[in-house]
């Protein structure tokens, strides 16, 4: 398994506009699979994905 890194933006509800750039870390065994896990943590409300990428 490889480790990928998420960039993503998160807005509170009642924010103008969105929160800094922040990372979270996943495993996966390619980066299809990483993007299919991220489509699945990206179906929370406000949350702007910005980039995959391997670590």
Known sequence: MNMYI???KHQNEGDKKHGPIRQYRIY???LAEAQ???EGY???PN???IDI???
């Open 6 to 8: 998420i960039l993503y």
């Open 28 to 30: 996966a065994n390619n």
């Open 36 to 38: 299919r896990t991220v």
């Open 42 to 44: 990206a179906n929370y």
């Open 47 to 49: 949350i702007e994905i």
């Open 53 to 55: 990428q391997p670590a």
